[in-house]
């Protein structure tokens, strides 16, 4: 994955955003990671694009003091712009990785993900999609599922929810406490299929990116469990973080008009559906 070069960036590329004191957002080009905990007891959530490995560890070391390494790697899912530099990473830190079972074949070398639909209605970046690798990496030796009952062993704050569509073993965190959501793809805060829209991370509720969104319904049902939860303070893997009033509207009203705001009118995996 890191001999893979992305030719997509956005305005926010290179941006660490405190969410909370302990909850650092970081945007490698189009894509958001996430550096949560405080020194010596932190973990790495998702891995950012191919070739972004020395600015992850570098932007640890700021945040975390010299020769800092997490606790864990946890992912969201295995689509290339949130492992990209998963294998540089692993083989630096050495340390576990966790995520759900349904998504280890995509870690473990034994299954690619289905090509990105560039038939998909959207814009410039859903055409240019093909270029995308969908190939399954191999972490055997650090991965493990993470446990069935919705614990994160790493972060024993927070849970995870299973809320696939965009992948089968997508998941997303919540923290009760303070009711923070790291949502992953399950749904973003920008239009993921158009390219001016990424460029400029002008701020939209919309549902996973569509090019690689494999089951619409599934999708659908993942958001209106996350808006069950009624997060005060949420950030996704694409897009800006977004809190109070404005997330609770916007996800009921993604919700609400599931079909018509983020379901594409036609592509490959709506048609098969």
Do not use: C
């Not at 790697?73 to 692993?90: K, M, N, P, Y």
């Not at 074949?105 to 993900?113: A, E, Q, V």
């Not at 090019?211 to 897009?239: C, F, M, N, R």
């Amino acid at each position: 994955m890191e001999d893979k070069w992305i030719p997509a960036s956005s305005v926010n590329s290179g941006r660490l955003a405190a969410i909370q004191p302990d909850i650092h957002m970081y945007t490698v080009q189009i894509v958001n990671l996430f550096f949560v905990g405080t020194k010596d007891d932190w973990v790495l959530v998702d891995a950012g694009m191919p070739r972004s490995a020395e600015k992850i560890i570098r932007e640890a070391e700021k945040l975390f003091g010299q020769h800092a390494k997490p606790k864990a790697i946890i992912l969201t899912h295995g689509h290339f712009d949130h492992v990209g530099a998963l294998e540089e990473l692993v083989q630096h830190w050495d340390v576990p990785i966790y995520a759900h079972e349904l998504e280890l074949p995509y870690l473990t070398g034994k299954r690619d993900y289905p090509e990105p639909d560039a038939s998909v209605e959207g814009g410039l970046v859903a055409k240019m999609s093909p270029l995308f690798p969908t190939e399954a990496i191999n972490v055997t030796e650090w991965i493990n599922a993470l446990p069935a009952d919705g614990t994160i062993p790493p972060m024993p704050d927070w849970r995870w929810y299973h809320t696939p569509g965009h992948s089968p073993g997508h998941i997303s965190l919540f923290r009760p406490s303070d009711r923070v959501l790291i949502a992953g793809d399950a749904f973003v805060t920008v239009k993921q299929d158009a390219l001016y829209k990424v460029l400029t991370q002008e701020k939209e509720f919309h549902g996973p990116p569509r090019y690689l969104t494999t089951d619409w319904k599934a999708a659908k049902s993942s958001v209106a469990q996350l808006a069950a939860l009624e997060p005060d303070i949420a950030a996704t893997g694409h897009g800006v973080e977004v809190t109070g009033r404005e997330l609770n509207e916007g996800l009921h009203d993604l919700v609400s008009q599931f079909e018509e705001v983020a379901v594409p009118d036609y592509g490959r995996y709506v048609d098969d559906q």
